[in-house]
């Protein structure tokens, strides 16, 4: 069996890959009807090659950028990074420091204590909250939320359940972190942001890879083999060179993270049917 790499899953062009993607984003515009879109800037690779393939699919004047860092977790280099993102796509965009806004819920929050047990839902509300200020401004001015999720996170629930996966539309969901820097490159994202190591920035320090215990270079192969090429689980060890726990890492983040890619169970719908008299 040959070996499958990184080089494997990176081997596209981004030009074919760009144009499909904008067509894609300006047919969405044209089927709802909308006026364009909304897009929070964080000073990733994610979000600033949502935002670029955005600019360049519908123009400057119809998207939105806010920039919501928070004090306690956002570093002084993303902010600036984001800000210099849209000030050199010429695109209108809000800074918005959302700390305030999560003082407010801490102190409305009876069972709020601070300690380490706080942490990630504290995080996951600040993702939250940065999803209802982008829905305002959607709202307000009759547009779609863009969404900046990749194709690796989405595989394994690496984002926050109606946070930052609470959007309109996802137009990189089909494209794997690593297929995203080199997009990122090629639409004229700056290198220092396209290859940053990755950060939801929800708590100080976080950092992807370390959170996940896996690289992404390893998430992005594993995926690649499974979903793309269609080999079985236990054959992908021999096939990627990437060990075996390695690989059930992958797939115990993917299976627990099911939920966050389906919509909300509800009962069978015979319960109704058969409770009519």
């Known amino acids: 069996m040959a070996r499958v790499t990184l080089e494997d899953v990176v081997r596209l062009?981004?030009?074919?890959?760009?144009?499909?993607?904008?067509?894609f984003l300006r047919e969405e515009l044209e089927r709802t009807g909308a006026s364009g879109y909304v897009v929070g800037l964080s000073g990733g690779v994610d979000s600033a090659t949502a935002f670029m393939l955005a600019v360049k699919?519908?123009?400057?004047?119809?998207?939105?950028?806010?920039?919501?860092p928070d004090s306690e977790a956002t570093p002084p280099?993303?902010?600036?990074?984001?800000?210099?993102?849209?000030?050199?796509?010429?695109?209108e965009h809000h800074i918005i420091n959302i700390t305030p806004i999560v003082e407010v819920y801490k102190s409305a929050l009876p069972i709020y204590r601070g300690g380490d047990e706080d942490r990630a839902p504290l995080g996951n509300l600040k993702a939250r909250i940065r999803m209802s200020l982008l829905y305002y401004y959607a709202n307000k001015m009759n547009r779609l939320v863009l969404g900046t999720g990749d194709r690796s996170e989405i595989l394994i629930g690496y984002f926050t359940k109606y946070g930052d996966g609470?959007?309109?539309l996802l137009p990189i969901g089909i494209l794997y972190k690593n297929q995203v820097r080199r997009l990122?490159?090629?639409?004229?994202v700056p290198e220092k942001i396209a290859f940053k190591p990755s950060s939801p920035r929800l708590w100080p320090g976080q950092m992807?890879?370390?959170?996940?215990?896996?690289?992404?270079?390893?998430?992005?192969?594993?995926l690649y083999s499974i979903f793309d090429l269609g080999i079985p689980v236990d054959e992908v060890?021999?096939?990627?060179?990437?060990?075996?726990k390695v690989v059930d890492r992958i797939m115990e983040l993917h299976k627990k993270s099911e939920h966050k890619r389906v919509p909300p169970p509800t009962p069978p719908l015979s319960i109704v049917r058969?409770?009519?008299v």
């Open 57 to 68: 699919a519908v123009g400057k004047e119809r998207v939105h950028a806010l920039i919501m």
């Open 208 to 222: 992807a890879e370390g959170e996940l215990g896996v690289r992404y270079e390893e998430v992005d192969v594993v």
């Open 166 to 168: 609470g959007v309109d």
């Open 184 to 188: 990122a490159v090629h639409l004229g």
């Open 237 to 244: 060890p021999e096939a990627t060179g990437v060990p075996k």
């Open 274 to 276: 058969e409770a009519r």
């Open 13 to 23: 062009d981004y030009g074919k890959i760009a144009d499909g993607i904008t067509s």
């Open 77 to 91: 280099e993303d902010l600036e990074d984001a800000k210099s993102l849209a000030e050199m796509a010429g695109v």
